[in-house]
């Protein structure tokens, strides 16, 4: 736990200012630094299936030390990347980073939680993870209101240490493994491919992702540039989400209890069409209206996180069976690269089209995920279970 907070402090100092780093730090124009972003996470995309299959042979801690490091080195390298063809390589080596880690962090929540308790355990985490990214979004917004290159280039610096101190504390977490049995039959990626099921689950994974990757690479662009706030609001925006999950999660987790983890799903992406229509009206207002009126949508916006994250979490790892959680939970994983891969290009192309085109075609994408998501029951049975936060879950 105080590891993942170390991690996401450092994360959520970066995040909030990506493409503003690089707009600041280099001579690229905003979709150039899209395309870039967009090429290396099409790039480390097979990433997330060599790591599953990693994660099993070697086990899930070993692959979250190793993501650290390569992290580390990455983000190190950003303060030289000046060309578009750097920046690609250097975010593919912190993507690559970024897939041992988190594709490892499933199969660990898994190992050490019981089943029934999954959704408050995933939901605890995302908690933490956010008080980490909350410390690093108020950071963020201080250097964003420097604006000098040396502010810039502290949050790279204190980035990449927070992955070493990442690393340290990991070194005594214990390894989880399970045993095959000697006269099992081998299995590998085939077995994967072939749960149709599970696939479908991916598939609709997919405008979850979309969605949450709104925060990361749409809304500093959209408030600091299209409509023209304050450069202090980014940071606060990323406050707000990350203080509102790291003390709502856990509420949420509980008043979800009883409910139809389907239907949760389909709930976050309809509570993010709201927030998107709040973003498209702030950006009509006056400055100081516009500016609450953002603050209140990025609230709005996380609920839908709050709502979807912990029942995504806990029916894809108890869909997995266990000798291959690795290898499933990497195929899930690469929903993540492949919204990566997507948005960075997708968002700022949309960005440059117009102040409210983005908002009007993310909002189809999430009616259409809602109703997909309400299909999953019929083909995949722990996505009928019910949110529970103790005992064994019950069917729908």
């Known amino acids: 736990m105080t590891a993942i907070v170390a991690d996401t402090v450092g994360s959520g100092l970066f995040m909030p200012i990506t493409l503003l780093y690089f707009l600041a730090m280099t001579d690229l124009s905003l979709v150039q630094i899209g395309s870039a972003l967009s090429l290396s996470a099409l790039l480390t995309m097979p990433g997330a299936l060599v790591i599953g299959s990693f994660v099993d042979r070697f086990g899930p801690r070993r692959m979250m030390l190793i993501g ?87 949050v790279v610096v204190i980035n990449a240490i927070t992955f070493v101190i990442a690393y340290a504390l990991l070194l005594d977490v214990p390894d989880h493994r399970v045993a095959k049995a000697d006269d099992a039959p081998v299995e590998g990626w085939g077995a994967v491919f072939r749960d149709g099921a599970y696939l479908r689950l991916v598939a609709g994974q997919m405008g979850f992702v979309v969605g949450m990757m709104v925060l990361n690479f749409a809304l500093p662009v959209y408030v600091a540039e299209t409509i023209d706030l304050p450069g202090w609001v980014v940071g606060a925006i990323f406050t707000v989400n990350t203080a509102l999950v790291g003390l709502g999660q856990g509420i949420v987790v509980r008043r979800m209890t009883g409910q139809v983890r389907a239907r949760m799903m389909g709930l976050a992406q309809l509570v993010f069409v709201t927030s998107y229509a709040m973003f498209v009206v702030a950006g009509w207002l006056p400055v100081w209206l516009a500016v609450a009126v953002m603050l209140v949508g990025a609230a709005v916006y996380t609920g839908g996180e709050l709502a979807g994250g912990p029942v995504f979490s806990a029916t894809a790892a108890e869909a997995a069976p266990d000798h291959l959680r690795g290898r499933y939970l990497g195929l899930f994983q690469l929903s993540w690269g492949v919204g990566g891969a997507v948005t960075p290009v997708a968002f700022t192309w949309l960005l440059a089209h117009g102040a409210t085109t983005i908002w009007w075609v993310l909002a189809a994408i999430a009616f259409a995920s809602a109703a997909y998501l309400q299909t999953l029951p019929r083909v995949l049975p722990a996505a009928g279970l019910r949110v529970t936060n103790r005992a064994e879950p019950q069917e729908a």
Request: charged share 10%; hydrophobic share 55%.
């Open 68 to 154: 650290n490091l390569v992290q580390a080195l990455g983000m190190v390298a950003y303060l030289w990347a000046d060309s578009l063809f750097a920046v690609a390589l250097w975010t593919t080596l912190l993507n690559v980073g970024r897939q041992s880690f988190w594709g490892s962090f499933g199969n660990v929540v898994t190992a050490i939680s019981a089943p029934g308790e999954r959704e408050l355990w995933f939901g605890f985490l995302q908690a933490v993870r956010n008080l980490g990214y909350s410390v690093g979004g108020v950071l963020a917004g201080i250097a964003l209101q420097i604006g000098t290159d040396v502010a810039y280039q502290s």
